[in-house]
């Protein structure tokens, strides 16, 4: 006996699962794997059957069908109880990335209906738009990427919409052209020179040499205590780091001290006699004025760099510190009357001063594991990548000091 198909009202026969409503639409029932009832619907049979070959790769590719209502925002929110082993700033400065940025309005977008494009055009939102930094985006990828990883992981996602989107906004802005740069050699002696000198920015020579000629981080820095520097050995101890991040409470910014993130961090550097100097003078200088340290964060005291109230230095005044700086040692130079060739300082921030150190190790040739040790860096290929890019502009001007000295071996020949 032949089995009756069931019928649409225009006689075409329907697959199984498929169904067709008294108002004339059309709906297709199924059971997930886990057993759970799905439905989808269409206005035509034709429409329908379009969703069904997306249900059915989502089928094969074990996509989950609840994530039809599944926000970028419910997955961070599982995120945020799923993620372990970060370091409790980082991972707050993950979260207040995602929060300020993505959260209020990107975060609303609905998973099943995010696409590559989507990602690309947020980036480029913030860059066009709101004037976001390279930097800034790239944080907020960092943690974008990995909610959306997680989705990849649960079956949501069949592929990870942000891949390469970093990559593609920076080549279509041409962010790779302003990379963060070393200061030059005349550059730096511009600046340590303007520092020098009596006024108003002589107050912050100690802490910039410090962080010139140590090649520190700047919660190293700033986190630095008396007792972790030993005058008679003349070295400094890194065994921590002074970090800040804002929350949204009536405290707003709060400092914590964090141990670095790799046990690289934590190391015993040598402390040059133009650093040593540096503190001295620092040293004098608060009891000239009577300054003493009065912040206390997580139970660490006697903070060796302070403001004029006895609080921590903040990173954001120090770069604030450093813009004044610039500004105003440019104008002394395009004042001046003298006739040589001008050198003005370029804009660079804290962590530039960290990037000129290395920079100056490597044209002096210090042994790339000792250069990995002092700079704390765990993995040997960033001390390199850094090598490389140093090294870059000291060997063409090597070759042009060679091609000087060959022209004037030629000349004196011919003589």
């Known amino acids: ?77 599982s995120w945020v109880q799923l993620k372990r082993g970060l370091k409790d700033n980082t991972f707050k400065n993950y979260q207040y990335m995602y929060t300020q940025f993505v959260e209020p309005e990107f975060g609303k977008n609905k998973l099943v209906d995010l696409k590559r494009t989507d990602v ?21 990828h960092t943690v974008l990427h990995q909610v959306l990883e997680l989705g990849v992981e649960d079956d949501y996602l069949r592929y990870n919409p942000s891949d390469n ?50 090649g520190m981080r700047v919660g190293e820095i700033t986190g630095l205590r008396w007792c972790d520097v030993d005058f008679e050995e003349e070295t400094i101890s890194v065994n921590h780091t002074l970090v800040y991040y804002s929350t949204r409470t009536e405290q707003g910014q709060i400092f914590a001290i964090n141990t670095p993130k790799t046990k690289a961090g934590e190391r015993i550097i040598p402390m040059l006699p133009k650093v040593k100097e540096a503190f001295l003078m620092e040293k004098a200088y608060q009891e000239e004025c009577g300054l003493k340290s009065e912040a206390v964060v ?28 610039i500004r105003d040692c440019n104008y002394e130079v395009l004042d001046s009357k003298c006739k040589r060739k001008e050198v003005l300082l370029p804009y660079f921030s804290n962590h530039s001063l960290r990037h000129t150190f290395t920079t100056r190790m490597c044209e002096a040739g210090v042994n790339i594991k000792a250069m990995q040790e ?42």
């Open 1 to 77: 006996m032949a089995i009756e198909r069931r019928k649409d009202n225009k006689n075409r026969v329907l697959k199984e699962g498929e169904y067709q409503r008294t108002s004339g639409t059309y709906e297709f029932k199924w059971r997930d794997k886990r057993g759970k009832r799905h439905s989808i619907s269409a206005p035509t049979l034709e429409e329908l059957r379009e969703k069904e070959l997306d249900v059915l790769r989502d089928v094969l590719d074990g996509v989950r069908a609840d994530k039809n209502n599944l926000t970028i925002n419910d997955l961070y929110y």
């Open 120 to 140: 690309r055009g947020f980036y480029n939102y913030l860059a066009d738009e709101r004037h976001v930094k390279v930097n800034t985006i790239d944080n907020v």
């Open 165 to 214: 989107a970093l990559k593609e906004l920076k080549k279509a802005h041409n962010m790779d052209a302003n990379k963060r740069r070393a200061l030059t050699i005349p550059e730096q002696e511009l600046f340590e020179r303007f520092l020098n000198q009596q006024g108003q920015y002589h107050r912050w020579y100690p802490i910039f040499i410090v962080m010139l000629w140590t």
């Open 298 to 325: 997580d139970g660490y005291r006697n903070f060796i760099f302070i403001n004029r109230f006895g609080n921590v230095q903040h990173q954001g005044t120090l770069n604030k510190a450093l813009r004044r700086i």
């Open 374 to 415: 002092i700079l704390g860096h765990a993995d040997a290929e960033t001390t390199m990548d850094i090598y490389a890019e140093a090294t870059k502009d000291l060997k063409k001007a090597e070759l042009i000091s060679f091609e000087d000295y060959f022209c004037r071996q030629k000349k004196s020949q011919t003589i």
